[in-house]
């Protein structure tokens, strides 16, 4: 017999998934896009409200802030909120002097609308019917469908 040694088991509970991915070895994207989330959080106060849902930062690389905008006309006015950009950035610890912004080729994503179909006049009569059979009480006075018969048939 081999003298092998099963791995003992874990006791308690499980780990939650965020905690789980942040100790794997892949730990550094994840954490480097949770410190963007946390800093754009902190950056888009002092975004004009006009340009905030225009642009989202999307990185830090060396001593620039890069964000991405929709269009070009957001791009001009987030230069226009650079260098407030970059002294908040710089109070908090940040040691940014230049704000770059690259604009989306792809089309911003607009909510799928379902598309309102008119109902006739006809349809509407004919479906008040059917709820109004719906809703009537089982009794023997209630016509029966054409050709059809109540209740169970018989063998």
Do not use: Y
């Not at 002097?97 to 607009?110: H, N």
């Not at 006049?121 to 059917?130: C, I, M, N, T, W």
């Not at 089982?138 to 018989?154: E, I």
Request: with cysteine; proline share 11%.
């Amino acid at each position: 017999m081999s003298d092998s040694k099963s791995k003992p088991r874990r006791t308690g509970t499980a780990q939650p998934a965020l905690q789980a991915a942040l100790t794997d070895a892949a730990t550094d994207p994840v954490r480097r896009a949770m410190w963007l989330d946390a800093l754009e959080q902190q950056l888009r106060p002092c975004l004009p409200p006009a340009l905030a849902p225009h642009c989202r930062l999307a990185n830090v690389a060396g001593k620039r802030l890069v964000f991405i905008v929709d269009s070009p006309v957001w791009n001009a006015r987030l230069r226009l909120a650079a260098p407030e950009l970059i002294n908040v950035a710089q109070s908090i610890g940040l040691a940014v002097t230049e704000v770059t912004a690259k604009t989306s080729l792809a089309p911003p994503l607009k909510p799928a609308q379902d598309p309102v179909v008119p109902v006739s006049e006809a349809s509407r009569k004919g479906l008040q019917a059917a709820l109004d059979l719906l809703s009537a009480p089982d009794s023997a006075d209630t016509p029966t469908p054409r050709g059809g018969h109540r209740g169970r048939r018989k063998n």
